[in-house]
């Protein structure tokens, strides 16, 4: 751990490098105003990390007291949790956090109307000193309604983010992008998607952030808040909680803090297994085609936000091994783990070292998080795989079930494949080549398969 005084300097040094921040940063926390107790909070901004908003007004400051004086009491006992840390939509999970995630140690760090700046001035004592095992951050939404501006507020998690890392370089952090919310609640559409839009690059080719899609999971047609999930165009009610909550399960699954060993499953009569649940033993990389090279050039020289492509020269097995090299898909605990890409969108494909010829039925299962975008490839042509209700292309399935396993049929007779999700129809006549082998693609987000057989 870092001592006090060390992660000071760091947070000091940060804030003069954070080019998000246009106010220049102050001296290191060490030289705060004189304070009453332990968690009172300085009367003024001197002295203080980061720059923005530091809320004072009564509620809060009693609010803050009482909340660090339980963290504090609490210290001990929340060791190695995983940290939820943010401002009253995190310490709004209140019992909803150790059932929404069972057997996962957690520790709830949210301090209602709390800010970046004011995360940053209580994050040594409130989460370094848990030494947690990872941390899910949300936050940024009340300085955006006390009128901060997304690159200030961006500069302020930039330092959270490096004293996160500073503190433990091997521990995982899930970024949550800032949820919508409403003009009525002085936080518009517009200035919630520039700052996730700065949350992205700041963290884009990081492999320790992972960031999850929770604007798009949550936002209406308009870019706001919806009634049924946010009723104060704010808050979450208990349907708003779990679907967050089935955003972050996938993630934290990878993570190997939830579903920690594989589901019972045998495969029906007749059907053959593509997938040992272990390791990717028969699967591996094949070499890119010309094809898709020239699709790729064009793309990304049309296209400054297009996709990273690496181009694969040679076949590679991966045989007894349980994750790819270059760790993009993993075997976890009966899940093939297609993981979200630290350039935020990165097309790599995974396939069936065996090639199929002939008439078959293939099925599996998926799992995608908020606007996941997968394939499966048939024989070289591509079935899109995605997180449906955002990412399209099948938007209007009835069956579809967001961030929870869905069935996928593909049926092939005589060159031609059907495909059908949970018993819905996606593809009726997708042309195939008489034979080639399967595969799976992955672009933005996590996508996961199992239980993956064929019957020939």
């Not at 190997?256 to 990389?285: H, I, K, Q």
């Not at 070292?353 to 039925?361: A, I, K, N, S």
Request: proline share 8%; charged share 25%.
């Amino acid at each position: 751990m870092l001592r006090p005084c060390a992660l000071r300097r760091l947070i000091l040094a940060g804030a003069l490098l954070a080019l998000a921040a246009p106010a220049p940063m102050v001296r290191a926390q060490g030289a705060a105003a004189p304070a009453t107790d332990r968690f009172t909070l300085p009367p003024t901004d001197d002295g203080l990390p980061g720059a923005g908003p530091l809320r004072r007004n009564d509620w809060f400051q009693q609010t803050w007291r009482e909340r660090r004086t339980a963290f504090e009491a609490s210290r001990e006992r929340d060791q190695g949790a995983v940290v939820f840390l943010g401002d009253s939509i995190t310490q709004g999970w209140e019992h909803r956090l150790e059932t929404a995630f069972p057997g996962m140690k957690v520790a709830n760090r949210g301090i209602s109307g709390d800010t970046t700046r004011g995360v940053l001035l209580r994050l040594e004592e409130d989460v370094l000193a848990l030494h947690p095992a990872a941390v899910v951050l949300l936050i940024g939404t009340n300085d955006i309604g006390d009128g901060a501006s997304p690159e200030v507020i961006a500069g302020n998690v930039a330092l959270i983010l490096r004293a996160l890392k500073a503190h433990d370089p091997a521990m995982p952090i899930v970024l949550n992008q800032v949820f919508p919310s409403s003009a009525s609640k002085q936080r518009p559409a517009d200035r919630i998607k520039a700052l996730n839009a700065l949350y992205l690059a700041g963290v884009k080719g990081d492999p320790r952030v992972t960031v999850i899609d929770t604007w798009r999971l949550f936002a209406g047609a308009e870019g706001d808040a919806r009634s049924e999930e946010f009723p104060d165009l704010l808050h979450l009610n208990d349907a708003g909680y779990s679907k967050w909550a089935a955003a972050l399960r996938p993630i934290l699954a990878t993570l190997g803090f939830v579903e920690t060993s594989p589901e019972p499953f045998a495969p029906e009569d007749g059907f053959v297994s593509l997938f040992n649940g272990r390791d990717l033993t028969g699967w591996g990389y094949r070499p890119t085609s010309e094809e898709d090279k020239e699709r790729a050039r064009k793309w990304q020289a049309s296209d400054p936000n297009a996709a990273e492509w690496p181009f694969v020269e040679e076949a590679v097995s991966f045989d007894g091994l349980t994750a790819s090299p270059d760790g993009r898909f993993r075997a976890i605990n009966g899940r093939l783990v297609v993981t979200t890409p630290p350039e935020g969108r990165r097309i790599q494909q995974l396939w069936t070292t065996e090639e199929f010829g002939g008439d078959f039925v293939l099925k599996l299962e998926f799992r995608a998080t908020p606007n996941a975008d997968s394939g499966v490839f048939v024989r070289g042509p591509q079935l899109q795989v995605r997180d449906y209700a955002l990412a399209g292309p099948y938007t209007e399935l009835k069956g579809y079930r967001p961030q929870d396993w869905n069935e996928l049929v593909i049926t092939v007779r005589g060159g031609v494949a059907h495909a059908a999700c949970n018993g819905e129809v996606l593809e009726a006549a997708m042309p195939v080549p008489p034979a080639g082998p399967i595969g799976v693609e992955g672009d933005r987000g996590q996508m996961e398969y199992r239980r993956i057989r064929i019957r020939r």
